[in-house]
Structures are given as C-alpha cells and as structure tokens.
C-alpha cells in the first residue's frame, strides 16, 4: 500500500510540474502581450454598456461603461495621458450629472480623452502626468448614480471645458470596447 501511495504521489506531482511548466511557458508569452494592452479602469463588473438605451441622455443611448464596484475602490487612468479637468461633468438635464469629482485625461498617443465619473475622491489636479496603471481616483456614488460605480467614457471630440451639453446627438462618444485587460 505503502508503494502505491508514493507512486501516487510521484504521479500527481509530476502532473502538477507539467501543468506548471505549460503555466509558466503561457505566461512568459502572455505578459509581453498584455503590456501592449491598455487596462480596465477599475476592478469590479462591468454592468452597465455603452449604446444601451437610456432616457436621460438627448441621444437616447449610455455613453460609457458603467464598472459597479465598493466605494473607494481604485481607479486607474487606462493609458498614459494628461490631466485636462477634475470637477464636476454634467449632462443636459436637470440632476443628469458625474458629481463634483469626476476626471477627464488627453490621452495624446490616440488622440482621444477619457472621463471618469462619480468618484468619491480624485487623487491627481489638471496638469497632472499620469501614467497606464496609476491610481487617479476611488469610485463613489456622487452625482446621477443609483448604486456605487464608475462611469467610464472614451470621447474623441476635443474638451474645451465643462462638458455641460456634450455633443449633439452624442456623435463625439466612442464605445470604450472590450479591449481592456485586467491590472
């Protein structure tokens, strides 16, 4: 019995090495890979998605990526890029709003901004370097929100300002896609 126990255990350890050989051999290729990728802006679940239909904004549809998770969960800027704006970004509409802390970044290697919305505390000011990866900011529930999350947006037409009435028809929104990959 004795005999078998060991060959049992040899057998299981060596399995055990083979699928960590096939692990490491994986991640060695994966991780130059998702260096190249930019990073989802916060952990949580990505509930609410662009293009979904909604009533409170002129164009009828959700402009961003909505990421529920706990306030004061971290939040990263998904790119290099600079600081333009933190205060707060409303939309047309009385109560339509990202509260008094939301951020946005020029992300100049796309030519692109992103905004990031009802936090409950930004940590960087306009001017302010950031880079792909760094904390900005910790999700809150402040402004137009029914439930603790970020408001995630890519936008490609030039901020001026306050966004107050973005854009007309929403035609300078872009889906943020799905080509973001975990921190």
Not at 156 to 161: A, D, L, S
Request: hydrophobic share 35%; glycine share 14%.
């Amino acid at each position: 019995m004795k005999r078998r126990s060991v060959k049992r255990r040899r057998g299981l350890g060596m399995a055990l090495l083979t699928v960590g050989i096939a692990a490491l051999v994986a991640w060695q290729w994966l991780l130059p890979q998702m260096r190249e990728w930019p990073h989802v802006p916060t952990y949580g679940a990505m509930s609410w998605g662009y293009g979904q239909p909604v009533s409170y904004q002129s164009c009828g549809f959700h402009t961003g990526d909505d990421w529920f998770a706990p306030i004061g969960t971290p939040i990263f800027a998904v790119e290099d890029g600079t600081v333009l704006y933190v205060g707060p970004l409303w939309l047309d509409g009385e109560g339509v709003g990202r509260g008094p802390y939301s951020i946005v970044l020029y992300h100049e290697a796309g030519d692109y901004w992103t905004t990031y919305g009802h936090n409950s505390v930004a940590l960087v000011e306009a001017g302010d370097e950031v880079r792909r990866g760094q904390k900005i900011a910790e999700v809150g529930d402040l402004g137009y929100s029914p439930a603790p999350h970020l408001h995630f947006e890519k936008v490609v037409t030039p901020f001026t300002g306050n966004w107050e009435q973005p854009f007309v028809g929403c035609e300078g929104y872009v889906d943020p896609g799905d080509r973001w990959s975990p921190i």
